[in-house]
């Protein structure tokens, strides 16, 4: 196996483009390939095969939808950081995608499955983690709540844009970060 970093980082941003356009279906070291401008073949110098071509791509949409440090500096409003994060996830709509047809994939897929259930879980731990040790309104099951919320308004967002027209999405943010994460625990 090759292990040119850049290289292999081109690639899997490459099959992220062709997994968001083409779907799972459409995923093949050749489509990778293709997208990438790189020699036939080039890929499957750094892929053994499909199944780990998909594990990778998941801890690639890690690296690339990490927030950068300007956006969680400052005082930290919660309202503020969801409407940065959904910002991030417009701005990488192919990530985002491509993590929901991973998802997809993985219920065809049990080994996916389970590699998705631990690399999720310990996002959502690690973002739970981080809300409570910022000093940030809410419990932890609050925050679990607000993840997913915030996740079915992406999906919508992302999916389903005209659906959303009818009503403000900061709105919407505000709204699920009163209720979800109040201030003062309810009694």
Do not use: C
Not at 147 to 169: F, N, Q, R
Request: charged share 25%.
């Amino acid at each position: 196996m090759r292990q040119n970093p850049q290289r292999r980082a081109a690639l899997l941003d490459a099959a992220i483009e062709v997994l968001a356009r083409e779907g799972s279906r459409g995923l093949t070291l050749r489509a990778v390939d293709a997208a990438a401008g790189v020699p036939t073949g080039t890929a499957s110098n750094y892929f053994a095969n499909r199944s780990q071509l998909l594990v990778q791509i998941l801890h690639r949409t890690r690296e690339r939808l990490v927030p950068d440090p300007a956006d969680l500096a400052g005082p930290l409003d919660t309202e503020v950081l969801l409407t940065r994060l959904l910002d991030r996830m417009r701005r990488e709509r192919s990530v985002h995608i491509a993590m929901l047809e991973l998802r997809l994939e993985g219920t065809r897929r049990p080994e996916l499955q389970a590699e998705l259930a631990s690399f999720q879980g310990l996002e959502l731990e690690a973002n739970i983690r981080w809300h409570l040790d910022a000093g940030l309104p809410g419990d932890r099951q609050g925050v679990v709540l607000m993840y997913l919320a915030m996740l079915g308004l992406i999906v919508d967002d992302l999916t389903a844009p005209a659906m959303l027209e009818a009503h403000s999405v900061q709105g919407l943010i505000r709204t699920m970060v009163e209720r979800l994460l109040p201030e003062k625990p309810a009694d």
